[in-house]
């Protein structure tokens, strides 16, 4: 089985600018989740989504959503970005229980 | 939300020894794991292990979820072992601990 995939790998963007990342998980799971990890607050959770249908959200600011679609991939879509938004962005694919984990987009915010 | 504290924060080892890392939790969970981070940022499943022992070659982990923690445990330590490593726990969101950092020399 193909495990998560994770689109782009890199980005760099501006202040104020808005970015789109992408998570395709596991081939049959339908439970998608995000997390930040920066050096100072470690790994935080965004959001959950689970049959296109968000079930669970993390403490962010309104600025970072997110939708999944029929086929379960998922975006995540973080607005007017900021300089505190530099982080990587994990995606994690969830079967029954075991949630396997993508190889995240790295942001930089200049 | 649940709290997860790991330790020690830092390990440095010489080849071929052994070590055990800690992970308590603050309160009971589910669906317990541990992971190593790769240099590339990714998370590597090690265990998914909500009770119990299992083991996987030179790796092995242990969680007594009764008394809300579980170890893991490296032996016969290789340079390719240093990295973080993170445990977890939770449903839908997992709650991670600060992580382990582990220096392997050589």
């Known amino acids: 089985k193909a495990g998560v995939t994770q689109t782009p790998r890199y980005l760099i963007k501006t202040r104020g600018q808005q970015v789109t990342l992408s998570c395709s998980p596991i081939?049959?799971?339908?439970?998608v989740s995000w997390y930040q990890q920066t050096p100072g607050q470690g790994l935080q959770f965004l959001f959950e989504?689970?049959?296109?249908?968000?079930?669970n959200k993390g403490n962010f600011p309104g600025r970072f959503s997110g939708r999944q679609f029929s086929n379960s991939r998922s975006e995540m879509n973080v607005s007017t970005l900021e300089l505190g938004d530099s982080a990587l962005y994990l995606c994690?694919?969830?079967?029954?229980?075991?949630?396997?984990f993508g190889p995240g987009t790295r942001l930089t915010v200049l | 939300g649940i709290q997860v504290e790991q330790s020690p924060p830092d390990l440095i080892l010489q080849e071929g020894a052994n070590s055990t890392l800690r992970c308590n939790f603050s309160?009971?969970?589910?669906?317990l794991q541990w992971f190593h981070q790769n240099p590339w940022g990714q998370l590597i499943n090690l265990f998914y292990i909500p009770s119990g022992t299992k083991q996987n070659g030179r790796l092995s982990a242990t969680t007594v979820a009764t008394e809300r923690y579980s170890l893991l445990y490296i032996s016969s330590s290789q340079t390719t072992d240093s990295g973080v490593y993170f445990c977890a726990g939770g449903d839908y969101k997992l709650s991670f601990g600060a992580g382990t950092t582990v220096t392997v020399r050589a």
């Open positions: 989504y689970f049959s296109e249908t968000q079930r």
């Open positions: 994690a694919s969830r079967g029954e229980t075991e949630q396997f």
């Open positions: 309160d009971s969970v589910n669906n």
């Open positions: 081939s049959g799971h339908r439970s």
